[in-house]
């Protein structure tokens, strides 16, 4: 399941990928918000077999969010977790590639 | 005329206002009713969904496709496993690498080295696992993953027992600790080119969104449009009959090519360099017996490098060149010697995958130098050796490698390796 739901604008989420270590190779983490207003918020990190991966973005702006993870072998395994204002929003073992989305919208009444 | 004023107002703008306000709130109900049964929605809270929500939905939906070419865009040899299968013996007169290099094996793996030397001849046996494996259960990968600090510990011992002449030391054994780090950093530029055709991705998919929200108010059956939508095998006539006209969302693989080769372009980059830590420590006679009164305690801290490059018409084939240095402390026994040495080396090596393995020859120069004069032999210092590596697959987790050394300078022996390397295969879930 690839669209995981809302995220609040002005939160701050930060994710990260627990590389399994018995990975083949490298896992390369990205997120970006694609802003409804226009342009894109980008961060990107490397996760090493048995290491971790880590991409952040503050103050989300109205838009569209998306969080990829690549890695090397299709067998690749690891943990993906994404924390939204410091509290985690999802986490889930994964296999292979990997892609959640998410629509930042205000709260409703904002 | 006041009258037909306020009419005439009530008429352009309060009544329009008012059937928008209430197509839209029609729409965000419909939305909401809908929601829940549409393929791969997750569960939120009805309040907050809306026909945007859909909308997400439904652009994740139809992106996801899409995605799938950065599988496509991985080179064949992606497929086949490039880790080093074997424990380490460096330093040793088993050593089967010609520059040793701090690239930890997976899980778990053995070596048993026949070594050769002015000496005699000797064997060595190396077991190599992941401390991360000791410490916590292997089905908890979470715990695995965040014990784990990419390295493994390799120890060896002689093969036909650690106190042979059975005075009560030990022979020799040997700790072995790879550390390896990846080779691309967070800020790199390849980076920001993946994280670039990622942005424009998201970009054009908030723009998807808006515009297929959009679609949903103004649908004719919001509900039956928006099963359409996130469904699969939609096509024109379908759309027009449940969103009441044709909806297509401008979809360019371009973007999603120029996103896979941009992350390729960046994992073969972080692939290409390391940069590793490699700790040694030796209790014994590293040199088994080979040179008298070399008994002692042995402390190696190192750094060791690497770049490769991939060559050939179908770029499988790759070169490299390793260099390590490092320091030593040596601590004799017999004669209470302590000394300093700064070791090292530089090679070239060039492998090819093979299968699971993968075929590699090396060739390069070691250094050790010095050291209490008088004390080399004991010490093992001031020499400079060439040294030339093979390594042939046997099996899909076994490989044969052959080392050998020989001095340029310096009163050390020459060392032949002939090794049995093995691979714990890892479980598939």
Not at chain 1, 66 to 87: P, Y
Not at chain 2, 209 to 225: P, R
Not at chain 2, 361 to 370: D, I, P, V
Not at chain 2, 406 to 415: A, E, N, R
Request: aromatic share 6%; charged share 25%; hydrophobic share 45%.
């Amino acid at each position: 399941m690839a669209f995981r739901g809302i995220l609040r604008t002005g939160s701050d989420v930060e994710a990260l990928f627990l590389s399994d270590v018995s990975n083949d190779g490298p896992a390369l983490l990205l997120i970006a918000l694609g802003k409804a207003t226009a342009g894109a918020d980008t961060d990107g990190d490397v996760a090493a077999p048995g290491g971790r991966a880590r991409v952040e973005l503050k103050r989300l702006e109205r838009g569209f969010l998306e969080l990829v993870l690549d890695v090397k072998l299709e067998a690749d395994k690891g943990r993906l977790q994404l924390f939204a204002d410091g509290q985690m929003r999802d986490d889930e073992a994964i296999e292979g590639d990997t892609r959640w989305t998410y629509l930042v919208k205000a709260q409703p009444g904002a | 005329m006041l009258r037909a004023s306020i009419g005439f107002f009530v008429c352009m703008f309060v009544l329009p206002h008012s059937a928008f306000a209430q197509r839209e709130a029609s729409a965000r109900e419909a939305c909401r009713d809908v929601f829940p049964s549409l393929p791969g929605a997750p569960s939120i809270p009805r309040q907050d969904v809306d026909c945007e929500v859909v909308a997400a939905l439904i652009v994740d939906r139809q992106t996801q496709p899409f995605f799938s070419v950065l599988r496509k865009a991985i080179p064949a040899r992606e497929l086949q496993s490039t880790r080093p299968s074997g424990a380490s013996t460096s330093g040793t007169g088993g050593q089967n690498e010609a520059i040793a290099a701090p690239q930890p094996i997976a899980l778990a793996a053995a070596t048993l080295a026949a070594v050769g030397s002015d000496g005699g001849s000797d064997a060595i046996a190396s077991i190599a696992v992941n401390p991360a494996m000791l410490l916590t259960d292997p089905a908890d990968k979470e715990a695995v993953a965040r014990l784990s600090r990419f390295l493994d510990l390799s120890l060896l011992v002689p093969v036909d027992g650690i106190d042979r002449d059975e005075d009560g030391d030990i022979d020799y054994f040997g700790l072995r600790v790879r550390i390896n780090a990846t080779g691309l950093s967070n800020g790199s530029r390849l980076l920001e080119q993946a994280q670039l055709a990622l942005g424009r991705i998201a970009e054009l998919d908030a723009q998807r969104v808006a515009i297929i929200e959009q679609q949903l108010v103004d649908a004719t059956d919001v509900q039956a449009c928006a099963r359409e939508l996130a469904g699969d095998g939609a096509n024109e006539e379908s759309l027009v009959a449940a969103c009441g006209a044709p909806i297509t969302l401008e979809i360019s693989p371009t973007d999603y090519e120029t996103l896979a080769r941009a992350l390729a372009v960046a994992r073969e980059e972080a692939d290409s360099r390391y940069l590793g830590l490699d700790l040694r420590f030796d209790v014994g006679d590293p040199t088994l017996g080979a040179v008298p009164l070399a008994r002692g305690r042995f402390l190696t801290a190192g750094l060791a490098a690497g770049r490769n490059y991939a060559f050939g018409a179908d770029a499988l084939s790759r070169y490299g060149v390793n260099a390590r240095l490092a320091v030593r402390y040596a601590s004799l026994s017999d004669t209470a010697l302590t000394s300093f040495a700064a070791e090292g080396g530089i090679g070239l090596e060039v492998r090819r995958p093979f299968e699971t393995q993968q075929v590699a020859a090396g060739l390069g120069l070691e250094f050790r130098q010095g050291g209490e004069e008088g004390s080399e032999n004991q010490t093992q210092t001031n020499f400079l050796m060439v040294r030339s590596s093979l390594r042939v697959p046997l099996s899909a987790s076994a490989a044969l490698s052959i080392g050998f050394g020989k001095p340029l300078t310096g009163d050390t022996s020459s060392q032949l390796s002939v090794a049995f390397d093995s691979g714990l295969l890892l479980p598939r879930r």
